[in-house]
Protein backbone atom coordinates (compact mmCIF):
# COMPACT_ATOMS: atom_id res chain seq x y z
CA UNK A 1 0.00 0.00 0.00
CA UNK A 2 1.35 3.59 -0.80
CA UNK A 3 0.85 7.07 -0.08
CA UNK A 4 -0.58 9.18 -3.20
CA UNK A 5 -1.26 12.54 -3.77
CA UNK A 6 -3.67 13.23 -6.66
CA UNK A 7 -3.15 16.95 -8.18
CA UNK A 8 -5.87 18.52 -10.11
CA UNK A 9 -5.44 21.39 -12.51
CA UNK A 10 -8.54 21.59 -14.42
CA UNK A 11 -11.05 24.24 -16.39
CA UNK A 12 -14.43 22.96 -16.84
CA UNK A 13 -14.01 19.73 -15.19
CA UNK A 14 -13.02 16.91 -17.34
CA UNK A 15 -9.33 16.76 -15.55
CA UNK A 16 -11.31 16.58 -12.40
CA UNK A 17 -13.30 13.44 -13.71
CA UNK A 18 -10.32 11.56 -14.46
CA UNK A 19 -8.77 12.61 -11.31
CA UNK A 20 -12.00 11.06 -9.29
CA UNK A 21 -11.58 8.16 -11.36
CA UNK A 22 -8.84 8.10 -10.16
CA UNK A 23 -8.54 7.42 -6.81
CA UNK A 24 -11.92 5.38 -6.47
CA UNK A 25 -9.09 2.59 -8.91
CA UNK A 26 -5.84 3.07 -6.28
CA UNK A 27 -8.03 3.58 -3.37
CA UNK A 28 -10.11 -0.21 -4.50
CA UNK A 29 -6.40 -1.38 -4.95
CA UNK A 30 -5.48 -0.38 -1.49
CA UNK A 31 -4.03 2.93 -1.65
CA UNK A 32 -4.03 5.65 0.69
CA UNK A 33 -5.18 8.33 -1.32
CA UNK A 34 -5.93 12.42 -1.24
CA UNK A 35 -7.01 14.26 -4.08
CA UNK A 36 -6.00 17.87 -4.30
CA UNK A 37 -8.23 20.16 -6.31
CA UNK A 38 -6.19 23.27 -5.53
CA UNK A 39 -2.92 22.16 -4.54
CA UNK A 40 -0.15 24.16 -2.50
CA UNK A 41 3.48 23.42 -2.47
CA UNK A 42 2.80 22.26 1.66
CA UNK A 43 0.85 19.05 0.41
CA UNK A 44 2.88 18.29 -2.50
CA UNK A 45 5.98 18.44 0.31
CA UNK A 46 3.71 15.63 2.12
CA UNK A 47 4.70 13.06 -1.26
CA UNK A 48 7.99 14.32 -1.13
CA UNK A 49 9.03 10.30 -0.59
CA UNK A 50 5.74 9.03 -1.96
CA UNK A 51 4.16 9.01 -4.96
CA UNK A 52 2.48 12.51 -6.94
CA UNK A 53 -0.17 11.83 -10.05
CA UNK A 54 -0.85 15.03 -11.64
CA UNK A 55 -3.74 14.86 -13.93
CA UNK A 56 -4.43 18.62 -15.97
CA UNK A 57 -5.50 19.72 -19.24
CA UNK A 58 -4.51 22.34 -21.17
CA UNK A 59 -5.63 26.09 -21.71
CA UNK A 60 -4.99 28.77 -23.43
CA UNK A 61 -2.09 28.10 -25.73
CA UNK A 62 -0.47 25.07 -24.25
CA UNK A 63 -1.12 27.09 -20.98
CA UNK A 64 -1.75 25.03 -17.49
CA UNK A 65 -5.14 25.86 -15.70
CA UNK A 66 -5.30 28.60 -13.18
CA UNK A 67 -6.38 25.64 -10.40
CA UNK A 68 -2.42 24.10 -11.12
CA UNK A 69 -0.66 27.54 -11.55
CA UNK A 70 0.23 28.29 -8.35
CA UNK A 71 1.42 24.64 -7.45
CA UNK A 72 3.68 24.43 -10.66
CA UNK A 73 4.97 28.06 -9.75
CA UNK A 74 6.04 26.96 -6.26
CA UNK A 75 7.57 23.28 -7.43
CA UNK A 76 9.65 26.00 -10.24
CA UNK A 77 10.50 28.70 -8.00
CA UNK A 78 10.74 26.59 -4.14
CA UNK A 79 11.84 23.22 -4.82
CA UNK A 80 15.23 22.80 -6.66
CA UNK A 81 15.87 19.00 -6.18
CA UNK A 82 13.28 16.43 -5.46
CA UNK A 83 15.00 13.11 -6.37
CA UNK A 84 12.67 10.81 -3.56
CA UNK A 85 9.28 11.75 -5.47
CA UNK A 86 7.93 9.51 -7.72
CA UNK A 87 5.02 10.68 -10.15
CA UNK A 88 2.83 10.00 -12.64
CA UNK A 89 0.90 12.40 -15.33
CA UNK A 90 -2.33 12.05 -17.42
CA UNK A 91 -2.13 15.34 -19.37
CA UNK A 92 -6.04 16.21 -21.13
CA UNK A 93 -5.52 17.74 -24.01
CA UNK A 94 -7.12 18.47 -27.82
CA UNK A 95 -4.99 18.07 -30.71
CA UNK A 96 -6.72 20.66 -32.71
CA UNK A 97 -4.95 23.10 -30.81
CA UNK A 98 -1.00 24.03 -31.44
CA UNK A 99 0.42 23.45 -28.05
CA UNK A 100 -0.93 19.71 -27.52
CA UNK A 101 -1.28 18.66 -23.99
CA UNK A 102 1.53 21.66 -23.02
CA UNK A 103 0.73 21.55 -19.19
CA UNK A 104 1.04 18.28 -18.63
CA UNK A 105 3.94 18.20 -20.85
CA UNK A 106 5.52 21.27 -19.13
CA UNK A 107 4.27 19.88 -15.88
CA UNK A 108 6.49 16.45 -16.86
CA UNK A 109 9.73 18.22 -17.80
CA UNK A 110 9.95 20.21 -14.82
CA UNK A 111 9.99 17.39 -12.38
CA UNK A 112 12.14 16.09 -14.82
CA UNK A 113 14.29 18.41 -14.14
CA UNK A 114 14.46 18.80 -10.51
CA UNK A 115 15.34 14.74 -10.69
CA UNK A 116 11.57 13.14 -9.83
CA UNK A 117 11.23 10.17 -11.23
CA UNK A 118 8.28 9.38 -13.44
CA UNK A 119 7.05 5.67 -12.49
CA UNK A 120 5.42 4.51 -16.41
CA UNK A 121 4.74 6.89 -19.47
CA UNK A 122 2.87 10.28 -19.82
CA UNK A 123 -0.58 9.59 -20.89
CA UNK A 124 -1.93 12.00 -23.15
CA UNK A 125 -5.37 11.67 -23.29
CA UNK A 126 -7.21 13.70 -26.39
CA UNK A 127 -10.36 14.77 -26.65
CA UNK A 128 -10.42 14.95 -30.06
CA UNK A 129 -10.66 11.35 -30.21
CA UNK A 130 -12.04 10.44 -27.08
CA UNK A 131 -15.08 12.22 -25.30
CA UNK A 132 -14.70 9.91 -22.43
CA UNK A 133 -11.59 10.50 -21.55
CA UNK A 134 -12.23 7.74 -18.49
CA UNK A 135 -12.15 5.12 -20.66
CA UNK A 136 -8.73 5.89 -21.56
CA UNK A 137 -7.46 6.80 -17.93
CA UNK A 138 -8.91 3.94 -16.24
CA UNK A 139 -6.92 1.08 -17.64
CA UNK A 140 -3.85 3.38 -17.43
CA UNK A 141 -4.27 4.07 -13.40
CA UNK A 142 -4.84 0.08 -13.21
CA UNK A 143 -1.50 -0.28 -14.37
CA UNK A 144 -0.10 2.61 -12.59
CA UNK A 145 -1.14 1.32 -9.16
CA UNK A 146 0.53 -1.98 -9.82
CA UNK A 147 4.10 0.24 -9.70
CA UNK A 148 3.27 1.48 -6.25
CA UNK A 149 4.77 -0.11 -3.57
C1 LIG B 1 -9.99 27.90 -24.49
C2 LIG B 1 -9.38 26.54 -24.61
C3 LIG B 1 -8.03 26.42 -24.88
C4 LIG B 1 -7.43 25.16 -25.02
N1 LIG B 1 -6.09 25.07 -25.33
C5 LIG B 1 -5.53 23.85 -25.51
C6 LIG B 1 -4.15 23.73 -25.87
O1 LIG B 1 -3.42 24.71 -26.03
N2 LIG B 1 -3.63 22.48 -26.02
C7 LIG B 1 -4.39 21.35 -25.86
O2 LIG B 1 -3.87 20.25 -26.03
N3 LIG B 1 -5.71 21.44 -25.51
C8 LIG B 1 -6.28 22.64 -25.33
N4 LIG B 1 -7.61 22.73 -24.98
C9 LIG B 1 -8.40 21.49 -24.82
C10 LIG B 1 -8.61 21.07 -23.37
O3 LIG B 1 -7.37 20.82 -22.70
C11 LIG B 1 -9.45 19.79 -23.36
O4 LIG B 1 -10.73 20.07 -23.88
C12 LIG B 1 -9.59 19.18 -21.97
O5 LIG B 1 -10.31 17.96 -22.06
C13 LIG B 1 -10.31 20.12 -21.01
O6 LIG B 1 -10.24 19.56 -19.72
P1 LIG B 1 -10.80 20.34 -18.42
O7 LIG B 1 -12.31 20.25 -18.50
O8 LIG B 1 -10.28 19.54 -17.28
O9 LIG B 1 -10.28 21.71 -18.44
C14 LIG B 1 -8.22 23.98 -24.86
C15 LIG B 1 -9.59 24.11 -24.57
C16 LIG B 1 -10.17 25.36 -24.46
C17 LIG B 1 -11.66 25.46 -24.21
Request: net charge negative; proline share 4%; with cysteine.
Given at each position: ?53 V?T ?15 Y ?16 I ?13 AG?SFD?LL ?38
Amino acid sequence: MAQVGIFVGTVYGNALLVAEDAEAILTKQGHQVTLFEEGTLEAWQCYRSHYALVVTSTTGQGNLPDSIVPLYEAIREQLGYQPELRYGIIALGDSSYDHFCGAGRSFDALLQEQGAARLGERLEIDAMEQPEPEVVSGPWVQQWGTLLK
